[in-house]
């Protein structure tokens, strides 16, 4: 099916205390794919995108292996060297569902002229706030809308990235047809999620929700879950064709996480635009 698998100073919260966590009913709220109960849920999560101990924790940790996979694929694809300290250098990314920008920074970092959509209007406020600190991260250019109205608008970008994203969406297959509508031909789709099985309820739910509380109760639900092989359908008929998929593996012991070749519980896939 794919053909090759991927081997093996917080932000301080008084800077937005004087932001309201407001979602106003503009365009974007008639979107097919958008989840108004999700949109809600990471509102009231928004403070708390640049702290390193607060819920988005478990992301700020993800976030190395996260780009391990992004800067590998995305390299080969490109013809990129991935060991330039800007190798992303002329691309155009977009991130959608970029919440506060954590992983936005980073690819500017890298060269990439990013673009970060978001929903909640209080995310993107808080994610331009923190790229105003850094000069290279202050060019991303960030925007409360959605995928479908940025098909609207008929832009493009060499690379769609949504990351733990579909999960959290109405309707996934919508989605994913707005991802590929916003990416060029022979261009890059990547997206991870969470796979729909037992031991993803266990350690993504039971675990990291109710016994280590790394995160708030009722942050997923087992059901929005997608399996890999339902990931890889959805994307065909979206015309992008998978490539490379990878697992995420945490270290309890190091606190890190890892890629691995094991796609039960976390994983991250790699498609291109076809056509």
Request: glycine share 6%; hydrophobic share 45%; with cysteine.
């Amino acid at each position: 099916m794919f053909s090759r698998m991927f081997a093996r100073t917080s932000f301080k919260h008084a800077v937005v205390e004087g932001f309201q966590p407001l979602i106003h009913h503009r365009r974007y709220a008639t979107a097919a794919s958008l989840n108004q109960t999700e949109v809600a849920k990471f509102a009231a999560m928004a403070d708390s995108w640049w702290d390193m101990e607060g819920p988005f924790k478990p992301l700020h940790a993800m976030n190395p292996a996260r780009l391990t996979f992004i800067r590998s694929t995305l390299c080969r694809h490109f013809g990129k060297d991935p060991f330039s300290a800007r190798p992303f250098e002329g691309l155009k990314f977009v991130d959608v569902g970029c919440g506060g920008g954590i992983l936005s920074e980073p690819l500017a970092r890298m060269g990439a002229s990013v673009t970060g959509i978001d929903v909640v209007e209080k995310n993107i406020t808080i994610a331009r706030l923190h790229a105003d600190l850094d000069p290279v991260a202050s060019s991303i250019e960030y925007r409360c809308t959605t995928a479908e109205n940025l098909v609207e608008e008929q832009i493009k970008f060499d690379a769609v990235i949504a990351l733990e994203v579909i999960e959290h969406v109405s309707a996934p297959a919508e989605f994913c047809k707005s991802l590929s509508a916003l990416t060029v031909s022979n261009g890059a789709t990547v997206i991870s999620t969470v796979n729909r099985s037992m031991r993803a309820y266990a350690s993504t739910i039971v675990a990291a929700e109710y016994i280590l509380q790394w995160l708030p109760k009722g942050t997923h639900q087992w059901s929005s879950f997608i399996t890999p092989e339902e990931l890889v359908l959805t994307l065909q008929r979206a015309s992008i064709s998978v490539e490379e998929m990878a697992g995420f593996d945490f270290d309890p012991l190091t606190g890190q996480w890892s890629i691995t070749d094991d796609i039960g519980v976390q994983y991250i896939a790699f498609g291109i635009r076809n056509g």
